[in-house]
T-cell receptor, first 117, second 113 residues
């Protein structure tokens, strides 16, 4: 089974801090994603990465950056945390099969619940 | 752009009742459609998928049929159990959307014994 591991289940940070959320997958998947989940809004895509050292902005990238130096690891960085970034953050990975990676399902970690005070 | 709309919850049912959660979508291309389930304290996991029109995805007694004419992918189960209590997300992904997966807002299901 694919395992996607997020380094922290719960995190409490202060406004203005730089925050790192780490995600590691063990199945050599090419694509990796960061979503945030908020009640009534579903999942919204922050950033994604097609492959190592590649990154693309999602729908809500403001205030975030990412790093993918190794294939198995995708880091989300909050440059200066703010209270409106309090949320559940979900990392996911996906295998590319030929040209049709969009047919492949996402594999999710268990999430990091971040509180910014 | 692409979008997914699913019925608002929460949905509360008694055990062994029939379940339907409606999902409709808008897409520029020919998307693949997915249902994911999130149990308390966990991330999402794939429940079922369908990749072309008229395909039926099924898993654990749940079913959904890809209806291109009505742009729908409704989730059904004939007899729900307490253990089905969770949040259900409808999602789509296609090449026109830049390979991104777009999710609906989620529908919370409560099943009472």
């Amino acid at each position: 089974d694919v395992k996607v591991t997020q380094s922290s289940r719960y995190l409490v940070k202060r406004t203005g801090e730089k925050v790192f959320l780490e995600c590691v997958q063990d199945m050599d998947h090419e694509n990796m994603f960061w979503y945030r989940q908020d009640p009534g809004l579903g999942l919204r895509l922050i950033y994604f990465s097609y492959d190592v050292k590649m990154k693309e902005k999602g729908d809500i990238p403001e205030g975030y950056s990412v790093s993918r130096e190794k294939k198995e690891r995708f880091s989300l960085i909050l440059e200066s945390a703010s209270t409106n970034q309090t949320s559940m953050y979900l990392c996911a990975s996906r295998r590319v099969v030929g040209l049709s990676s969009y047919n492949s399902p996402l594999h999710f970690g268990n999430g990091t619940r971040l509180t910014v005070t | 752009g692409n979008s997914v709309t699913q019925m608002e919850g929460p949905v509360t049912l008694s055990e062994e009742a029939f379940l339907t959660i409606n999902c409709t979508y808008t897409a520029t291309g020919y998307p693949s459609l997915f249902w994911y389930v999130q149990y308390p304290g966990e991330g999402l996991q794939l429940l079922l998928k369908a990749t072309k029109a008229d395909d039926k995805g099924s898993n654990k007694g749940f079913e959904a049929t890809y209806r291109k004419e009505t742009t729908s992918f409704h989730l059904e189960k004939g007899s729900v159990q307490v253990s089905d209590s969770a949040v259900y997300f409808c999602a789509l992904s296609d090449q026109g959307g830049g390979f991104k997966t777009i999710f609906g807002a989620g529908t919370r299901l409560f099943v009472k014994a």
